[in-house]
T-cell receptor, first 110, second 115 residues
C-alpha cells in the first residue's frame, strides 16, 4: 500500500517553464517531507525538505508548498533548465522510515 | 568529503554464485542503510545499521546478508539470488538514526543482474 501518492508520472516542459509535482498522504503522523532528485545512473540526492509547521520553503529555484489540512504538498521548479531533467521523488516519514512516492520524470526541453 | 562510495558499479552473477557489495563513507555518519530500487520505482528500505548494529530488517530474504565491520563500511553479502533480485542496490548514510530523520546521503549504487 503506497502511503504517499505522487503525480504526474511524467511531465515535459520548455526551458524556463515551471514543472509542478504533487504529492498527497493520509497518515497524519508523518512529520518530515523531503524531496529527492535522481539522475540516471546515480543515487537519489536530497533536494529540499519541509516540516508540517511550515507552509512554504524555498531553496534556490526549488519551492515546496505544504497544505497540512489537505494533506498535500508540492514541488515547483522555477525557471527550469535542461539540467533539471531528472526523476523526482517526494517522501514522508515518521519514526525511522521514509515512504517514497512513485516518482515523477521531468524533462526540460531547451 | 560528502560521498558514499559503492563498489562494484555493475555486477552480473549466476543464481549459484556468492558475491558481496561494498559501501564506504568517511563523513563520520553512524547510521548506514541498504535500499533496493527497481527500474522506474522508488527505493525500498532493506536494512538499517545504527552504531554498527543491525537496527532494522525489513523482512528481507536470508539470501541477502548485511554486515557492518566498522563505522565506515557496510557490506551486503549475496547468495543464491533469484532473477527477480536484479535491481539497483543503494547504500545510504546519515549522521545518526533518529526519529527526526536526518538527511540521507546516497551512493550511486550497484546495478545487479542475476542470470
Amino acid at each position: 500500500q503506497q502511503q504517499v501518492k505522487q503525480s504526474p508520472q511524467s511531465l515535459i516542459v520548455q526551458k524556463g517553464g515551471i514543472p509542478i509535482i504533487n504529492c498527497a498522504y493520509e497518515n497524519t503522523a508523518f512529520d518530515y517531507f523531503p524531496w529527492y532528485q535522481q539522475f540516471p545512473g546515480k543515487g537519489p540526492a536530497l533536494l529540499i525538505a519541509i516540516r508540517p509547521d511550515v507552509s512554504e520553503k524555498k531553496e534556490g529555484r526549488f519551492t515546496i508548498s505544504f497544505n497540512k489540512s489537505a494533506k498535500q504538498f508540492s514541488l515547483h521548479i522555477m525557471d527550469s533548465q535542461p539540467g533539471d531533467s531528472a526523476t523526482y521523488f517526494c517522501a514522508a516519514s515518521r519514526s525511522y522510515k521514509l515512504s517514497f512516492g512513485a516518482g515523477t520524470t521531468v524533462t526540460v526541453r531547451a | 568529503d560528502t560521498e558514499v562510495t559503492q563498489t562494484p558499479k555493475h555486477l552480473v552473477m549466476g543464481m549459484t554464485n556468492k558475491k558481496s557489495l561494498k559501501c564506504e563513507q568517511h563523513m563520520g555518519h553512524r547510521a548506514m542503510y541498504w535500499y533496493k530500487q527497481k527500474a522506474k520505482k522508488p527505493p525500498e528500505l532493506m536494512f538499517v545499521y545504527s552504531y554498527e548494529k543491525l537496527s532494522i530488517n525489513e523482512s528481507v530474504p536470508s539470501r541477502f546478508s548485511p554486515e557492518c565491520p566498522n563505522s565506515s563500511l557496510l557490506n551486503l553479502h549475496l547468495h543464491a539470488l533469484q532473477p527477480e533480485d536484479s535491481a539497483l542496490y543503494l547504500c545510504a548514510s546519515s549522521q545518526v538514526y533518529s526519529r527526526t530523520n536526518e538527511k540521507l546521503f546516497f551512493g550511486s549504487g550497484t546495478q545487479l543482474s542475476v542470470l
